[in-house]
T-cell receptor, first 111, second 112 residues
Framework: DAGVIQSPRHEVTEMGQEVTLRCKPI?????LFWYRQTMMRGLELLIY????????DSGMPEDRFSAKMPNASFSTLKIQPSEPRDSAVYFC?????????FGSGTQLSVL | GESVGLHLPTLSVQEGDNSIINCAYS??????FIWYKQESGKGPQFIID?????DKRQGQRVTVLLNKTVKHLSLQIAATQPGDSAVYFC???????????FGKGTSLLVTP
């Protein structure tokens, strides 16, 4: 298995632009998580899906953030409009039990 | 609120020495813990886990110790190698029952 696959690896955009991050979880995993990592706040859970259904989005910082999981093999995290304070590394993780497997992340820079 | 935290933000050890990374947790109801390793430019990678009904678990060159009395977790790495240089996170299975709460991380630097 290739593991959790995220794209793009790096994204540089200007303030106000829409950003879409993509994730392909490990096949057979029924849970998917989006985390954000910054130096100041560490790893923060943004949203959790179980069987493609959003269960907990309390970590989504604002209405500018949205996430979807249209099927078991794909999820997106969208920021619209993006702001400089959204700059961070965004990780997707999947699991079928408590053990999470992480992708390599998307390094987002909003100028 | 309850949280997972680390005692030391950075740790420097010589190659071949043993390393000990510590973690304190505050949620006495936590029953599952994981140590992750994160190398530069990569996502966190699972190292070892432990449940609250155990106080010690060993893997290859790594040992996790759990002291529930003082709510303390440690990761011991034997014969530390340059490839062990990374940030190490302890993570606690949260009250939600489905997500991990991560500590801030400890940076381990292995010097020759």
């Amino acid at each position: 298995d290739a593991g959790v696959i995220q794209s793009p690896r790096h994204e540089v955009t200007e303030m106000g632009q829409e950003v879409t991050l993509r994730c392909k979880p490990i096949s057979g995993h029924n849970s998917l998580f989006w985390y954000r990592q910054t130096m100041m706040r560490g790893l923060e859970l943004l949203i959790y899906f179980n069987n493609n259904v959003p269960i907990d989005d309390s970590g989504m910082p604002e209405d500018r953030f949205s996430a979807k999981m249209p099927n078991a093999s794909f999820s997106t995290l969208k920021i619209q409009p993006s702001e400089p304070r959204d700059s961070a590394v965004y990780f997707c993780a999947s699991s079928f039990d408590e053990k999470l497997f992480f992708g390599s992340g998307t390094q987002l820079s909003v100028l | 609120g309850e949280s997972v935290g680390l005692h030391l933000p950075t740790l420097s050890v010589q190659e071949g020495d043993n390393s000990i990374i510590n973690c304190a947790y505050s949620n006495s109801a936590s029953d599952y813990f994981i140590w992750y390793k994160q190398e530069s430019g990569k996502g966190p990678q699972f190292i070892i886990d432990i449940r609250s009904n155990m106080d010690k678990r060993q893997g290859q060159r790594v040992t996790v110790l759990l002291n529930k009395t003082v709510k303390h977790l440690s990761l011991q790495i034997a014969a530390t190698q340059p490839g062990d240089s990374a940030v190490y996170f302890c993570a606690e299975f949260s009250n939600s029952g489905y997500a991990l709460n991560f500590g801030k991380g400890t940076s381990l630097l292995v010097t020759p």
